[in-house]
């Protein structure tokens, strides 16, 4: 309630208020006061029908600037509805896609890294040569007579059998290049 409203005496609601509350206080009859009537200065509006499918325009003549609104409404059926909505994804320019939304993006493709190897490429390379290290050596059969070698010579060993050697006229493998994820350039 807006206190400048005057009501019947031609005082704001809480001028009013205050003056009954200080009635009360010093124990005065309250008179008994009629209510305020509010006056509407508009006329209530005239209640339009809801429109049914009989009163929708042909779905084949909408346009991206058609309004399309009339068609959802509660009156509508659900195949209608559905069938303006289809119309306006085929009409409307609705192919904008923002550049930086992180689904725009296209994640099938990648560059390939070439001869760079990062941290985790090398901790899986070192892992993956210990077991294979380790794999050989459960192979190996275990014979007393032969002089007992240290793990070191047998993961050597074991090295030097899996290390292909090249063939004469054959260039070495390109050297690796270490990629440290911290060091920042």
């Known amino acids: 309630m807006n206190s400048r ?42 209640v339009q029908p809801v429109p049914t499918d009989e009163d929708m325009p042909p779905v084949d003549e909408l346009k991206a600037d058609s309004d399309f609104s009339p068609f959802l409404s509660p009156g ?26 992180i689904y725009a993006s296209d994640y099938t493709e990648f560059e390939p890294l070439g001869a760079l190897v990062t941290r985790e490429m090398l901790h899986r390379m070192e892992l993956e040569t210990a077991r294979q290290a380790q794999q050989l050596l459960a192979e190996e059969p275990q014979t007393e007579d032969l002089p007992d070698k240290s793990d070191g010579e047998r993961l050597a060993a074991a090295d030097r059998r899996e290390t292909p050697s090249l063939a004469e006229g054959e260039d070495a493998p390109d050297e690796t290049t270490y990629i440290n994820p911290e060091s920042r350039t």
């Open 5 to 46: 409203i005057p009501d019947s005496r031609g005082e704001g609601f809480l001028r009013r208020l205050h003056r009954r509350k200080q009635a009360a206080r010093e124990g005065l009859e309250l008179p008994d006061e009629p209510p305020v009537e509010e006056t509407h200065d508009t006329e209530p509006e005239p």
């Open 76 to 101: 509508v059926s659900e195949s209608l509805q559905r069938e303006a909505l289809r119309r306006l994804w085929q009409v409307a320019d609705l192919e904008f896609v923002d550049d930086l939304d």
